[in-house]
Structure formats: C-alpha cells, structure tokens
C-alpha cells in the first residue's frame, strides 16, 4: 500500500518514518488495505478525532483569514493602504489576529505608527501561505 493510499483511507496525515512502520505491519498481516486501515483507524481513534479536529479548525482559520485580508484589499482600492487597521477592522478580526501573534497597535495622536491594513495583509499573506504548504 502506497502512503498517499493510506493516508487517503484514513483521513489523517503521517510521517515517512511512521508510514515505514505501518507498511510494515500492514505488509506482514493478512488484511487487504481498507480492513488494515479501518482496523488502525478503530485502534488509533483519538488520534484520528484529534487531527480531524485540528484539520477543520486550520481551515475555518484559512477561511476566516481570507475574508478578512479580502476585506482589508477592498477598503484598500475606496481609501488607503496606510490607513490604521483597527479603523476598518471589527473588534473580532483585531482579537483573531492578536490571539493568533499579530502585534496590532493604534495611536490616534500618531496614527502614522499605527499597524497599517499593508502590515495587516501581508502578515495574513504570510501566515495563509505557511498553512497551505
């Protein structure tokens, strides 16, 4: 059974190293492929509700993300790009990006050193293209 099989199977993702080692198993027992795999997939379960678990919630946060940085590109085009973020941006997408380690801040004295939508966006950019790799 080839990886990509596997890992089709049972939904979840493995190293190299581990595939190695389920296909050893796999190789030295009677079962065909989808017997073997949903016999791993029942004695894995908690693992396999886990990584289903963490795959949508990185999803939900790809989504909610794209809407967000689509939003900031279309306020771009009717105002500006150095305009402060935290003035187009609603208190839940400010907390969605400092929960997950984006530095927001706002001056109303110095809005010039305030976190622009361009900081906002290219930070979004960065973060969706590490996730999808």
Known sequence: MLKQEFEDRTKIKVSDEEYESINEVYNNSDADKDEFCAAWVRINRKRVNAYILAERER?????F???????????????????????????????????????????????????TISDVTGWIESKLESMRQ
């Open 65 to 115: 993300m794209d809407r967000l940085r689509d939003m900031l590109f279309a306020y771009r085009y009717r105002h500006s790009f150095i305009t402060p973020a935290v003035e187009v941006m609603s208190k839940k997408d400010v907390k969605f990006c400092t929960d997950n380690g984006m530095s927001i801040f706002y001056d109303n004295r110095h809005r010039e050193i305030s976190t």
């Open 59 to 63: 999803e939900n946060r790809m989504k």
